[in-house]
């Protein structure tokens, strides 16, 4: 299934791996279009996330990695920390306060890489962006 998402000035085109993270896609397609507002990343490197709070999408872990690649965007289920959608623009090492955490990969950015960076570093230099997911 594909996705558009804007995120600030930019819109990118995205997948849902399906196949990868079903529970959590399945989840994340009931709640489309979902918006919130990302910041940059404290602990987690070159990365923005959407803070959630004990949000709850009632999926545990599946795909999930610490390491996502740049244009990959992960969902922390909670648990440990709070839930949260991590969106990375770069190196990326998923921790919290608490530590270490892993997250669902359940998204890739399919186009206008090249942006990423630069939501990244407009996040962390002017501060909170919008972000909307919805189906296309």
Same mark, same amino acid.
């Given at each position: 299934m594909k996705l558009k998402i804007t995120a600030g000035p930019f819109v990118f085109d995205a997948v849902l791996e399906t196949e990868k993270a079903p529970?959590?896609?399945?989840?994340?397609?009931?709640?489309?279009p979902f918006e919130g507002q990302i910041v940059h990343v404290r602990w987690s490197g070159e990365g923005v996330w959407v803070?959630?709070?004990?949000?709850?999408?009632?999926v545990g872990y599946e795909?999930?990695?610490?390491?996502?690649?740049?244009?990959?965007?992960?969902?922390?289920?909670?648990? =440990?920390?709070?839930?949260?959608?991590? #969106? !990375?623009?770069? %190196?990326?090492?998923?921790?919290?306060k608490m530590? *270490?955490?892993?997250?669902?990969h359940f998204?890739? =950015?399919?186009?206008?890489?090249?942006? #990423? !960076?630069?939501? %990244?570093?407009k996040t962390l230099w002017?501060?909170? *962006?919008q972000i909307r997911f919805e189906l296309v």
């Open positions: 529970e959590t896609c399945k989840a994340f397609i009931e709640r489309l803070p959630l709070g004990d949000y709850n999408f009632g795909n999930h990695t610490s390491h996502p690649a740049p244009g990959h965007i992960i969902l922390y289920p909670g648990g =440990i920390s709070e839930t949260e959608i991590l #969106l !990375a623009y770069g %190196g990326v090492d998923f921790s919290s530590g *270490q955490l892993a997250g669902n998204i890739t =950015i399919t186009s206008n890489l090249e942006n #990423l !960076a630069v939501l %990244g570093n002017e501060g909170t *962006q």
